[in-house]
C-alpha cells in the first residue's frame, strides 16, 4: 500500500524511512501496529485525490476531513486527529482592513476581501458549507500551504483559514516571522474536525478494520482529544 503526504508541519514530516507529526505519526504508525506492508510517497494533494478516484492502486491520504462525496470513491478510518477550530491568517500589513468584524459570517461577506482556499481542499464540513453558501470572494491554487502563506504576505489575496496548530510553524518554514502577519479567531468559528484517513476502494475492506483497531489503540494512548465517530 502506499501512504501519500506532504510537507505540512507540524501534521507531517519524513523521518526516517516513515512519518512523525500529529496526523502523519498515528497514521504511520497504525500501519506499522497493524502490521500492514506500506510505502510513503510525497504526492502534490491535488494528483492523491486523483488517484483514489482512480482506484488504480491501494492508496491512502493522510488527515482529510470527512465529507459525504469523498466516500464515493473512498474508505475513512477512524480519526487519526481532532483539530481545533480554524483561525484566520491575515498579513500583518493588511491587518486594519480586518478590524470591525465580529464573527467569519461577518468577514465572508465583505465581497472587497481575497479569501485564499485550496483547489479540492476541504475545511471541514460547517466551514464548507459556511463557504458555500455566503460565497465569500476566493481565489483557489492547487499549492499546498507554505507557499499559500507567501501568497498572503505577498498580497496575491487577503486571507486564508489554518488550524492554529499548524500558523507558527508555517509561517516559519515559509521563511517570515510571526510578526509578519495577523491570526485572528472568532468566537462563533465552527469546531475543529476529526482529521481520519481516507484509502481508495482497492483497500480491502478488513485492512482498513486493521487500520481501525491501529488507530485506536494508538489514539487512546495520546493526549491529544480525538472524536470517534
Not at 59 to 66: L, T, V, Y
Not at 142 to 167: F, S
Request: charged share 25%; proline share 7%.
Amino acid at each position: 500500500m502506499t501512504l501519500h503526504y506532504v510537507q505540512r508541519p507540524p501534521y507531517m514530516m519524513v523521518q526516517g524511512e516513515g512519518l512523525v507529526g500529529l496526523t502523519g505519526g498515528p497514521s504511520y504508525q497504525a500501519f506499522k501496529l497493524a502490521q500492514v506492508p506500506v510505502r510513503i510517497e510525497e504526492t502534490p494533494f491535488a494528483r492523491q485525490l486523483r488517484s483514489l478516484k482512480e482506484n488504480t492502486g491501494q492508496d491512502c491520504m493522510i488527515g482529510m476531513f470527512w465529507k459525504a462525496e469523498r466516500e464515493e470513491f473512498g474508505r475513512y478510518s477512524k480519526p487519526v486527529y481532532q483539530d481545533q477550530p480554524q483561525l484566520v491568517l491575515a498579513a500583518a500589513s493588511n491587518q486594519q482592513r480586518f478590524k470591525g468584524y465580529a464573527s467569519i459570517e461577518d468577514l465572508f461577506n465583505d465581497k472587497s476581501l481575497r479569501l485564499l482556499v485550496k483547489l479540492a481542499y476541504s475545511y471541514g464540513a460547517p466551514l464548507d458549507s459556511l463557504i458555500e453558501r455566503l460565497q465569500p470572494n476566493r481565489r483557489a491554487t492547487p499549492d499546498e500551504n507554505l507557499l499559500m502563506v507567501r501568497q498572503i504576505k505577498l498580497g496575491m489575496a487577503d486571507y486564508m483559514l489554518m488550524a492554529p496548530e499548524e500558523a507558527a510553524v508555517a509561517i516559519e518554514a515559509a521563511g517570515f516571522q510571526l510578526a509578519d502577519f495577523v491570526q485572528i479567531r472568532y468566537k462563533n468559528m465552527p469546531p475543529g474536525e476529526p482529521r481520519h484517513l481516507l484509502c481508495s476502494k482497492s483497500v480491502p475492506e478488513d485492512v482498513m478494520h486493521r487500520l481501525d483497531v491501529a488507530i485506536k489503540k494508538i489514539t487512546d494512548k495520546s493526549p491529544v482529544p480525538v472524536n470517534r465517530r
